[in-house]
Structures are given as C-alpha cells and as structure tokens.
C-alpha cells in the first residue's frame, strides 16, 4: 500500500516555516503607514497621541490571529471588548503587571520577550536609560516586535520633558481630527478620521497620514 | 476542618477593632467583625461599603500578604497534627480520626488546638472548628462554629461537632445554598435548584442520580455525590507513577530556594504529565521535603478543579516558605492521595500546539515564578452590559494554556443593553470624577425615564472646561433591582469634547461617561 502524505500538511509546514522568518503581517489599513509594509522582527514601533491604543491593538491584530502570542505588560487599561473587534485572538493575549522599578521591569519584559511574538507595553518613567537599552538588546535578539503605548491620558502626556528611554524604529503620532455617527443626541460613534505623523530611526523622511479608521 | 472567616480582612486590619474591607475590582471580597456590625457585605460595591461605615479602611486584595501570615497559624497547628492540607488562607483540613484518637476523642483534639491558638493572630478573629465525615460537612460545620463563637465572644470557642454516621442525615437538613458557599458549585446553578423547588439537600438527594445527570449531566452528578455526603468527585484507579516521577533525591544537598523550586517545577510537569496520558487528574497531592538534618515538612494540598503543574510548583513555594527548618535539602517527594478522571478537558484531533505556544506557555510559568500568580491574568468572556463586566481578568496559575479552555475564539453574543461597537480602548477600573454642565452650568441629571434634564454642553475634568461639540445617548444600566446590596442603576453618554493642544492645533476626543450614584465619572476613553 502506498503511502499517502497529505499536499495540504506539507504546504501548511512551508508556509509555517515561511510565517517565522518573515515580518508579521498587518491588516491593509495600517500597512502603508510602516516603512517596510510590515512589523520587522526585533523592532520597536512607539504609539503615542489620543488613538495609540486602538492602533497598537490594529498592529497586532492580524499577526495574533495567525498563531502568536501577544503579551500586554503594564497596559492594564487597555479595552479588551476593543481588542476583540479589531481580532485579538484572547486565547493568545496575557496580562502581566510589573513591578514599577526600573531594574525589576526590565527583567519582567525581558522574561516577556523570551515567551511572546508580540508585545503591548506602557513604559514607566522610571525606567533607566541602561536598563531600556538592555531590553532593546534582548529583543533584537529574540526577534519578537514591541509596541509602546505613551499612555497621554487626558493628564499631561509621558516623558513632556525628559527623552524616551526607547529609540522607536518607527514612532506613530496619532491625533483624532473628527469623529461621525454621532449627533447632538443622535446616533452613536462609528468613524473617526485620524492624522498620523510617521517618523523615526528607519524612517527616511517623516510623513503625515489621513486615515479614515472605524475604531 | 479549620476555618478562619474572612482571612484576608483580619490580616489587612491594622488593629483588632477597626472596621476593614478587603476590596477586589471594585467589589468586597472580605470584611472585618468591626465592618460587619455597620452592615458591610461581602459582594458589594466599593462605594456602597463607604456609605455605611465613612471610617471604613480600604485594603487591597494581595492574596501572598494573607497566605505569609496564614502560616504562623498552619505551623501552630502542624505542631500538633502531623499531616494537614491547606487549600485556601484561612482554612486547614486534617483526617481526625488518627489524632483524635490520640488526644482522647474528638473534643479533647479541637480544645487543644483551639488552645494552641490562642496566643496567635487568630484569637482574636472568628474562626471555628468542624468535624464531620464529607469535606462538605464539615466546612459548614466549622462555619457554624465560627459564627457562633462571633456571636459570644465572651465564651470559649466550641467546635461544631457531627457525630459519626450522623452526617448523611445531618446534611439534608441543609438548604442547597450551601452548595455555592463551600462547594464551589455556581450560584446560577443553586438559584435554578431553589426555582425548582428543591430548597434543602435532602430533595436533591431523593431526585435521584439518573434524573439530575438527565437535566444537568456531569454536574448534576456531582450536585447527587455532595447531596448524599459523598466526596464531590469519584475517585479514578490508576496505577500510581513510577518511583523516578514522584521522588527525586539531591546528591549534593539543595540550599538555594529557587533552584529547589525549578527542580520541584520540572518534577510537577513530568508528574502531571503522567496523569494527563492516563485521562485522569491529581486533585489531592501529598508534597514531602526532606533535609540534610532528617527533618521533614509534610503537607497535603487539594483543589477540586485538579492541581495543575504550575498548581503543584506554587503549592511547594507556599510550603517552603512555611518551612521554619530551612536547611539544606536532599529529597523531595510528591504523592498522589486522591485522583479523579479528568472530564472536563478534550484534546484537539491535531494536537493544535505549536512551538509557539509551548514557548509561550514556559514564559508564563516563568512571569507566575517571579511575580506571583496574582500578576500574569488571562482573559476569560463572561458577558455583561458595562465594559469592565464583559470579560474577566483571571489568574494564569489556574490554567493549563497548553490546552486552554478559556477558548475564546468562539463568537461570544453581545449582551442587550450594552454599547454599541467600536468599543473604547481604554477602559478605566477606577474611574475618574468629572462634571458635566450644560450651557447655564448646572450639573446635568436624569430623571426616573432616563430622560437628560438638559443637553451636555461643557464637561469639567480636574478643573479644567472643555466643550462638548457632539454627544449621543444615554445607554441606561439598571440591573439586580431585586437585591438591595448589589443593585445598579447607571446611565452612560458618549460625547467628544474639542481640545488645543500647546502648538494651537485641534484636536477632539470622544469620552464614555457615566452617571452613577449622582456622581459623573469617565468610564472610558476611545482613544
């Protein structure tokens, strides 16, 4: 009897195989804001502005439905009804809440870094110059993306004063310009059109986006 | 049985006397004797508790701080009775019969341990003492004893005492609610037994097996085995492991805890393993360390739901550090008491684990090692109208992820009464105090109908104005109306508000904002 080995299994490995050493992939509407059509292992993409939640949600979403893990550290305010329509996949996404001080949270995300593709986290102000750099190190290292999330509340935003411990490959600046749907006592929000400026390391020459997003 | 009510209340409170709540997501998990008095429930809202007692002191749940200080009282007791099973702080469970014997019968036993603790934390806290012959009974048991012992302080604690062969007949007296309280099964279910008609244990008992497992199918099972004071799972037959999963013998003694604890890790996944290809599950563990000097630290550890590797790794750091003998260790030994076939867990055909996930899984057991279980959460749907209600935070220690059944890829139905999509990204637990006025500046209300008394027109956030250019609703919640302590009334608006940034540059920002108790709060933020 001849031995049948099923085309899809080995199509599927390829591919499988293909999927680890390429870039994660990113839904269409935010692929043409990233310099390489997509999330480059080992890199650090910087949200900030009123929608950097909703959009780091949106980076990761596709990647996260195709079999990573998306660890979220120290964003424990992130919607996670939000995450499940932009397509999360929950049974990948963890919660873990460091320690606030500088070295400790270092060792936490670097323990982060080693288990998880992917990587939603808010930076504390405290954290070291050195330490960042070591984190930077160790995800190079291990190829996996993070995504910080400049928690601007509706207090003051993040490091006004002081520079980002992170160097950001990419950095996103999000600014809401309108919002539709919603009528003086009508209707409920549905679209929004938001401004987004890309600049950064990787980035050759900084760009402004009009991005019509319905989160 | 041992029971110390609320734990986590009487370890929080700086004194004996004051009132304390132990506060967990916004609800009370825990209550001091001082916080009952004013009327202070388990179960009810953070702000509720402060309108009945304004002196009332706040504390977080931390359950590591109640686990160390539960531990004075575990070794108190272990000096009398050699082999005890601590499942949660604030309860010990031992088999009586060998040191009842011992101290002369059961009363002699419970007095001498009730004196043993009388110089520790404890005195002062209500705690009871209960022997029957289910794990059921005698949990209510002890928490008849503790109550009555609250009620008299004045007078010595009696323990709660149920004669042999008594506890059958002794149990169907109890209404079913006890189920819920001690026996982990949920209150929907016990609320569905009471719309039934079956108030006591005793209905439950004459249904029948056959009828309950028809209506309810393995729970209803399980509800029959409690009813008639079985054990709540029947125990399986499997052949025990082979010697070199469950001991394990150090050449060179062991002194440093965490290398300890990563052998202990390693055993526990090889052992539960074992199990796992055997369809069964370890609920009841007895773990064993031995050291260099001979002395040796004895515990038995139990959870209903199965003792999970990571379960099995957290239960030796909770012994260890117990451990007042701590000395070089050269064996570690861990023994199955009671296993149960393992039913609630169904592997995919394919196997459905990729490398991916065994990573992904290591890194968890590893961020639960150095942060405590309490720190590295799943996410688990549970449904719900309010946005922090929809899905729940769950400790990732209770999980194996390698087949997660939080499955949460299923489409899960929005519940009536909830916010239309898109969500907000941001989603406060605590949420922030802030004003909304409208043009004439009064403070915006709505009335009985959820009618607006007027239209939002500015909104105050730390004293700070911003104009609301667009706003939509109100989303009313009104829920549990029937129950005074957990009832909720609360209406939601979504409005975007125009703000300049310091370079002049606009920019708008849509709020979710909701009304409750007279105060407005921002619930969320879509950011």
């Known amino acids: 009897m001849k031995l049948l080995v099923p085309k899809t299994l080995v199509a599927k490995h390829s591919f499988f195989e293909k999927q680890v050493l390429e870039n994660f992939v990113v839904s269409d509407q935010v692929r043409r804001l990233l310099p390489d059509a997509g999330l480059v292992r080992g890199r650090i993409v910087r949200c900030c502005g009123d929608a950097a939640a909703s959009l780091a949600l949106s980076l990761c979403a596709r990647a996260s439905q195709q079999g990573s893990w998306l660890g979220v550290v120290g964003v424990s305010h992130l919607g996670i009804s939000c995450a499940v329509e932009h397509g999360v996949a929950l049974e990948r996404m963890v919660?873990?809440?460091?320690?606030?001080?500088?070295?400790?949270?270092?060792?936490?995300?670097?323990?982060?870094?080693d288990g998880f593709d992917l990587l939603i986290v808010a930076v504390p102000e405290s954290l070291s110059v050195s330490d960042a750099r070591r984190v930077q190190a160790r995800l190079q290292s291990r190829r996996s993306v993070m995504i910080i999330v400049d928690t601007t509340t509706l207090s003051q935003p993040n490091f006004l004063n002081t520079t980002h411990p992170f160097h950001a490959d990419v950095v996103?600046?999000?600014?809401?310009?309108?919002?539709?749907?919603?009528?003086n006592g009508a209707g409920y929000l549905q679209q929004r059109q938001v401004a987004i400026k890309v600049s950064g390391r990787r980035v050759a020459r900084a760009q402004e986006h009009l991005v019509t997003c319905n989160y | 049985m041992l029971r110390c009510l609320d734990w986590s209340a009487v370890v929080a409170a700086k004194t004996s006397n004051?009132?304390?709540?132990?506060?967990?997501?916004?609800?009370?998990?825990?209550?001091?004797?001082?916080?009952?008095?004013?009327?202070?429930?388990?179960?009810?809202?953070?702000?509720?508790?402060?309108?009945?007692?304004?002196?009332?002191?706040?504390?977080?749940?931390?359950p590591d701080r109640d686990r160390r200080a539960f531990n004075t009282v575990v070794r108190t007791v272990n000096e009398l009775v050699p082999l005890i099973e601590v499942s949660e702080p604030g309860v010990i469970v031992f088999a009586t019969r060998g040191p009842s014997r011992y101290f002369g019968g059961d009363e002699p036993m419970a007095d001498k341990i009730v004196q043993a603790l009388h110089s520790s934390i404890v005195a002062d806290s209500q705690f009871g003492i209960g022997i029957a012959d289910s794990r059921l009974a005698a949990h209510i048991a002890a928490h008849i004893s503790a109550q009555s012992t609250a009620k008299n302080t004045a007078k010595a604690k009696t323990p709660f005492i149920v004669k042999p062969d008594q506890t059958k007949v002794w149990l169907a007296q109890q209404s079913v609610r006890v189920l819920s309280e001690f026996a982990n099964i949920s209150s929907e279910t016990v609320s569905l037994l009471e719309r039934l008609g079956l108030n006591t244990l005793q209905d439950v008992c004459k249904l029948g097996e056959s009828v309950l497992a028809g209506r309810f199918g393995e729970l209803g099972v399980e509800l029959h085995r409690l009813a008639r004071g079985d054990e709540q799972h029947p125990l399986a037959a499997v052949a025990p492991p082979p010697e070199h999963l469950c001991s394990r013998t150090f050449e060179e003694p062991i002194t440093d805890q965490q290398t300890l604890l990563n052998n202990v890790q390693i055993m526990a996944e090889e052992f539960s393993d074992y199990f796992v290809k055997h369809g069964a599950i370890c609920v009841r563990l007895i773990l064993k360390f031995e050291s260099e000097t001979g002395a040796h630290s004895e515990r038995l550890w139990y959870r209903p739901q199965g003792l999970t590797a990571r379960a099995i790794a957290e239960s030796a750091k909770w012994q260890i550090e117990s451990w007042s003998h701590k000395s070089a260790l050269v064996r570690v030994q861990l023994i199955a008491d009671e296993v149960r076939t393992d039913t609630a867990r169904q592997l995919k055909l394919w196997g459905g684990v990729t490398q991916i996930d065994e990573t992904a899984t290591r890194a968890i057991g590893r961020l639960t090692e150095l942060l405590g279980s309490t720190a590295v959460q799943l996410v688990k749907w549970q449904g719900g109208r309010d946005l922090q209600d929809n899905f729940q935070l769950v400790s990732a220690s209770h999980f194996q992820s390698r087949h997660n059944e939080l499955n949460a890829s299923v489409v899960k139905p929005k519940w009536r009464g909830s916010l239309p999509t898109p969500s907000p990204s941001v989603v406060y637990s605590e949420p922030l105090l802030v004003q909304v006025v409208d043009k004439d500046k009064n403070l915006l209300r709505v009335s009985a109908r959820h009618e607006l008394s007027a239209e939002p027109a500015q909104i105050i956030i730390s004293r700070q104005n911003y104009k609301i250019i667009s706003w939509a609703g109100p989303w009313p919640i009104e829920e549990k109306w029937w129950d005074t302590a957990r009832s909720r009334r609360l209406v939601r608006l979504q409005v975007v508000i125009e703000k300049f940034l310091s370079d002049d540059s606009r920019q708008v920002q849509a709020l979710l904002v909701a009304l409750e108790h007279g105060e407005w709060s921002i619930a969320a933020i879509y950011g």
């Open chain 1, 95 to 113: 919660f873990v809440h460091p320690p606030e001080s500088s070295r400790d949270w270092s060792t936490t995300v670097a323990a982060v870094i």
């Open chain 1, 172 to 183: 996103l600046d999000t600014t809401t310009k309108s919002w539709s749907g919603i009528n």
């Open chain 2, 18 to 62: 004051s009132p304390c709540v132990v506060v967990h997501g916004q609800r009370v998990v825990s209550r001091s004797v001082a916080a009952m008095s004013y009327g202070v429930q388990v179960g009810m809202r953070r702000r509720h508790a402060q309108g009945l007692c304004p002196d009332l002191e706040i504390a977080t749940h931390q």
